[in-house]
């Protein structure tokens, strides 16, 4: 399913790519250089505070520009890159590059940044982290590191460990997509998270329903669950004024979709910032 660039962009990627075992090597050759060669980037989108209407920070998005085929979706490399080990120095350079554009950004203004599974069981995740921290003079504070349950399958102690270690820097974790997996309840048990990201699934569901009372049930259930929990809930992919309506009606703290803004480039953060802040319609 296409995630973020329009239908158009990837249909067109999904005829050139296919999913041949060559075009696939093709594509592990080529991503190799994409770091040196400058071809990835971070787009951001906007959280918005339901309680305040102001941004709260930005989701940062990996894109990368391919010379010849476009703009490649994460969900088309990202993978690929976990496969050859090479999201350790993507993850880290996304880090760093989102932690470097958040220090130029209005005080209190946050950036989360996506954690693949891979950089937790290879990569020096704590040493990176206070790396990027260290070098951008950003505080941990305004850091979040999103995380999706595949990351704390195996070896519960040690990404424990971690994630109390990260905390300890003022970073905050969220758990992101929750509800897709298999055992998302057990991790909340388990795992000291700050906060929720409800999947788009559940979110579309509300408008995809709206006379049934299942969507609304499970969603108005999940924020509950949060807010007893002590963490703060986010709605990922609002796309409907009357979506925000109902997630506001229960209580939701946080909203992010193609309503409230699409990803921006670096350059754009202020102008949404002061757009959104200045907007009454949301
Ligand atoms: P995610 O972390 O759940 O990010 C949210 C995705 O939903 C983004 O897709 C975003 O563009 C898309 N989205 C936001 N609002 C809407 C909406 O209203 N409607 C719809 N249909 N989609 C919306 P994107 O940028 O294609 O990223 C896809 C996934 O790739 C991310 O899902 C994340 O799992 C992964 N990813 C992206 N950047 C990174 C990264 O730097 N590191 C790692 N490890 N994974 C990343
Ligand atoms: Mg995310
Ligand atoms: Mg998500
Ligand atoms: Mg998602």
Known sequence: ?????????????????????REREALKQDLRGAVARGELHLVYQPLLDLATNRVNGFEALLRWHHPTRGLVP?????PVAEEMGLIVEIGAWALD????????????????????????????????????????????KRLQLEITESVLLA???????LLHALRTLGITISMDDFGTGYSSLSYLRSYPFDKIKIDRSFVSDLSMNE??????AIVRAIIGLAQSLGMTITAEGVE???????????????????????????????????????????
């Open 74 to 78: 994460p969900v088309f490399f990202i």
């Open 1 to 21: 399913q296409a995630k973020a660039n329009g239908r158009g962009t990837y249909r067109i990627f999904e005829t050139a790519m296919g999913q041949s075992f």
């Open 211 to 216: 006379a049934s009372a299942g969507p609304k």
């Open 240 to 282: 409907t004024a009357s979506q925000i309506s109902v997630l506001r009606s229960m209580g939701c703290n946080e909203v992010q979709g193609f309503l409230i803004s699409k990803p921006v480039g670096a350059e754009g953060v202020a102008e949404t910032i002061s757009r959104l802040n200045n907007a009454s319609v949301l």
């Open 155 to 161: 070896d519960s102690a040690a990404n424990l460990e």
């Open 97 to 140: 590059r989102a932690c470097h554009d958040a220090a130029t950004w209005p005080e209190g203004i946050t950036v989360a940044v996506n954690l693949s599974s891979v950089q937790f069981r290879t990569g020096n995740v704590l040493q990176t982290v206070a790396h990027s921290l260290l070098q951008s003079g950003l505080s941990g």
